[in-house]
């Protein structure tokens, strides 16, 4: 499968249209169409319903949209890799940041390094660990910024000693505010929100004991910022970790760690293999200067 048709199909998933995605490609309808045709028979499948104004994804397409993206950002990548070898230190660094305390430290580590090497660029992008886990296995993130727990035996990893604090965000006006600290038994009765992740439930578990089977976890989620909406209307309590909520406005939220104290290990990660980016290998050189320090 050749990458210029994976593109002609993302124009065309795209515009929603032949007509449209031909004009963005300067092709002619004709050819398009025909270029669509060859790769749904590549296939063994139809890609696209075709109706009278509009195209849309049949199931097989869905998934052809998601990977003909990361194949071709993958691509990019590599060729930008490849034309940059051989000059004066330039490229891509990416890295993929999980909300936590430890995402602080890469402003000073990003800008201090591009003062040594300002042809470099960095992309950084917020998800869970288990959408940077699985950017970094495929490729399309150098590195992981996480925290425990975590499976991190299969990656090289850096820790950074920093530890973030487990607790709960509520709302500034709740009951529990009024304490400086809170216990699982505290929570028994009122509605609780947990993280989706269930190694992460399963941490809770180990730290809280056989109480926290006892909780009423109302929902469940995966980002703290749209999870935070349920605190802010109403009596509600959300498992979270300080560095996440250090920014909310304190005037209507309350974060309150837990008792006994729990806290949480951030660590860098990135794949065994020998990283080949000439950008990658000097940054991670750079870290490693700074954290084992």
């Known amino acids: ?88 230190l330039s490229g891509v660094v990416s890295i993929g940041a ?42 399309l993130l150098d590195l992981g910024l996480l925290i425990t727990p975590g499976d991190i035996d299969r990656y090289r990893f850096l820790r950074l000693g920093i530890n973030e604090r487990s607790g709960i965000l509520m709302n500034a006006r709740s009951p529990l ?40 976890i109302i929902a469940v989620f995966n980002l703290i910022n749209n999870a935070a909406f349920f605190a802010e209307r109403d009596d509600v309590y959300i498992f979270t970790i300080e560095g996440c909520v250090k920014n909310f406005d304190k005037t209507v939220f309350c974060f309150r760690p837990f008792e006994p104290e729990i806290r949480q290990e951030s660590f860098l990660i990135w794949k065994k293999q020998e990283p080949r980016n000439r950008c990658l290998i000097r940054f991670l050189e750079e870290i490693k200067n700074t954290f084992q320090a």
Request: charged residues 30%; positive net charge; aromatic residues 8%.
């Open 98 to 139: 999980a909300e936590s305390k430890a995402a602080e430290i890469l402003p000073p580590l990003i800008l201090n390094f591009q003062k040594k090497y300002p042809a470099v660029r960095f992309e950084i992008q917020s998800g869970v660990a288990s959408f940077v886990k699985d950017k970094v296995d495929r490729g």
């Open 177 to 216: 505010a009024k304490k400086q600290t809170v216990t699982v038994s505290d929570l028994i009765g009122r509605p609780v929100i947990a993280n989706v992740r269930k190694e992460i439930q399963d941490f809770y578990r180990q730290r809280l004991g056989e109480d926290f089977d006892k909780l009423n």
């Open 1 to 88: 499968m050749e990458f210029r048709l994976l593109r002609y199909f993302l124009a065309v998933a795209r515009e929603g249209t032949v007509s449209k995605a031909a004009e963005t490609l300067f092709l002619t309808q004709p050819t398009l169409s025909r270029q669509l045709s060859d790769l749904e028979y590549e296939l063994g499948t139809r890609l696209f319903i075709r109706g009278k104004k509009h195209i849309e994804l049949t199931e097989a397409g869905m998934i052809l949209r998601q990977r003909a993206e990361e194949i071709l950002e993958l691509q990019e990548k590599t060729v930008a890799e490849i034309k940059n070898r051989d000059k004066n």
